[in-house]
């Protein structure tokens, strides 16, 4: 099971990006996606996250700025980033619970990252 995570680069304060994280691999379902960010020098922290059913959640600094989505069929969650800032600068990593056969389970998963880079 891996998570791929693509779509970052480098952006002027103001503008927009659009994250993906596509998960492959065999597997039975997929519960919670989410986004998570680390910015140099600082922890790894929640961006967002959204349940199978569509339920979100977000950190207070992207509320109004970044929409999560999530597509089942595709087994794809997307961040849509709107009037982006120099503090979203981060490396973003994608999460996920996926359930396996190896164990029925559900096990949590991270994806590989992908920078932002937001320019004053």
């Known amino acids: 099971v891996q998570l791929r995570a693509s779509g970052g680069g480098l952006v002027q304060a103001g503008g927009s990006l659009r994250l993906s994280c596509a998960a492959s691999g065999t597997f039975f379902s997929i519960d919670s996606m989410g986004w998570y960010r680390q910015a140099p020098g600082k922890q790894r922290g929640l961006v967002a996250t959204i349940t199978r059913g569509g339920r979100t959640n977000y950190a207070d600094s992207v509320k109004g700025r970044f929409t999560i989505s999530r597509d089942n069929a595709k087994n794809t969650v997307y961040l849509q980033m709107n009037s982006l800032k120099s503090e979203d600068t981060a490396v973003y990593y994608c999460?996920?619970?996926?359930?396996?056969?190896?164990?029925?389970?559900?096990?949590?998963?991270w994806g590989q990252g992908t920078q932002v880079t937001v320019s004053s």
């Open positions: 999460n996920a619970d996926i359930g396996t056969y190896s164990s029925f389970q559900y096990k949590n998963y």
